[in-house]
């Protein structure tokens, strides 16, 4: 096993057994970011709000096409908003802001990942940066008005940060690692934000309306002002509506129409995605399907699922999820449909560190002609 793997797979042993069990109740005091909800507090008499995940994060696979089958990485992102002006008469304006970055310990993060060598079309596991160390995905001006209920985003804007969201499935810092489990591969989002605009409005508690037009072609991170001038263009229309179901709980549906103008080929399509307690609020399933046309999508058809159970065995903040996607590749994108079935499980070392393993099973990966692929990931984040 390379050196450095095994330095960190002893590293995390050590910090495993140091850290303190976690009771039932959180812990009041945290040996990495103590004091965390004061600094949060001080910041937001600022006008400032942060969230930031850091992990690091090591991956194997039994089968490789090329590369290495052993990758280290350091990957973070970092999700802020600032306050700019609150007013009765116009709202309140605000620029918010995502950064993320990965550094490839073992490895260069420009040539190469485990998704890349295992031949998996839809198994990237978290974003990081390929080309930089550290990169801006998204800044735009939101501007609120009646208490949140009407929105206007305009900048570089990640439309996957507004769309398809889930709240069971949709974070590779501290959810599935899969970007199959994250998005539906059936929506055109672009890998990287770029120039757009987002306008949401609740028509009551239980209805929303987000309709979003956006540049559908960034393959790289790019400020927006080099993007307006393309001609490869998203509109995406969102229905969302939530529900209380008798005996289950909430329900949150979500339904995506799209059209696609990607260069020179034109195509629409559209993505339901749920997510739905059953019967407790720490018990979660979900679930998301899509069809697009195969000349502006990466995958013409897909479907996804599974459950993610919550603060497990009295122990507040673990988590267990289990899910599986199948998606039939565009022509071009893959050779043959893929499916990937995927558990991990969060230990909250503390309220503000987690230990996540991570299984993954890639059954006729799209890329390559194995027909079943293993992998296994270690995750150990940080929040803040």
């Not at 797979?9 to 004091?35: C, K, M, R, Y």
């Not at 160390?133 to 949140?148: A, R």
């Not at 974070?171 to 672009?190: D, E, K, M, T, V």
């Amino acid at each position: 096993m390379n050196q450095k793997i095994q330095t960190a797979a002893f590293s995390l042993v050590l910090l495993t057994n140091w850290l303190p069990a976690q009771e039932t109740e959180p812990q009041n005091s945290d040996p990495i970011t103590n004091n965390k909800e004061q600094w949060k507090a001080d910041l937001a008499d600022l006008g400032l709000s942060l969230e930031v995940d850091a992990i690091l994060l090591g991956q194997w696979a039994d089968s490789t096409i090329t590369g290495k089958d052993e990758l280290l990485t350091l990957d973070f992102q970092v999700v802020g908003e600032f306050a700019v002006f609150e007013s009765e008469e116009y709202g309140d304006g605000s620029i918010n802001w995502t950064i993320f970055g990965g550094n490839g310990i073992n490895y260069s993060l420009k040539s190469e990942s485990l998704a890349q060598n295992t031949g998996a079309f839809s198994m990237s596991s978290t974003y990081t940066a390929p080309d930089d160390n550290i990169l801006v995905d998204e800044v735009y001006w939101k501007q609120t008005f009646e208490e949140g209920k009407f929105e206007l985003i305009l900048g570089q804007v990640d439309m996957s940060n507004h769309f398809d969201l889930n709240r069971a499935a949709n974070n590779a810092y501290r959810q599935f690692l899969s970007g199959s489990l994250i998005n539906n591969y059936a929506l055109p989002f672009p890998a990287y934000g770029g120039f757009g605009a987002v306008i949401r409005a609740e028509m009551n508690s239980q209805v929303s309306l987000s309709l979003g037009v956006g540049d559908s072609s960034v393959s790289k991170p790019t400020a927006p002002w080099t993007t307006a001038g393309n001609d490869s263009w998203m509109q995406l229309l969102e229905i969302g509506i939530k529900t209380e179901i008798a005996d289950l709980g909430e329900n949150n549906l979500r339904l995506t129409p799209w059209h696609n103008d990607l260069s020179d080929e034109d195509g629409w399509g559209f993505g339901i995605n749920i997510d739905q307690d059953l019967g407790s609020d720490q018990v979660i399933a979900f679930f998301r399907f899509g069809v697009g046309d195969e000349d502006v999508i990466a995958a013409e058809n897909f479907i996804g699922g599974g459950i993610e159970f919550r603060d497990l065995f009295e122990r507040e903040g673990d988590s267990w999820g289990i899910g599986v996607t199948w998606a039939d590749p565009s022509p071009g994108v893959g050779s043959r449909s893929e499916t990937i079935f995927e558990t991990y499980y969060r230990f909250m070392l503390t309220p503000s560190i987690h230990l996540s393993p991570d299984l993954m099973l890639i059954h006729n990966p799209a890329l390559q002609t194995e027909d079943q692929v293993f992998a296994a990931s270690l995750r150990m984040g940080l929040l803040f």
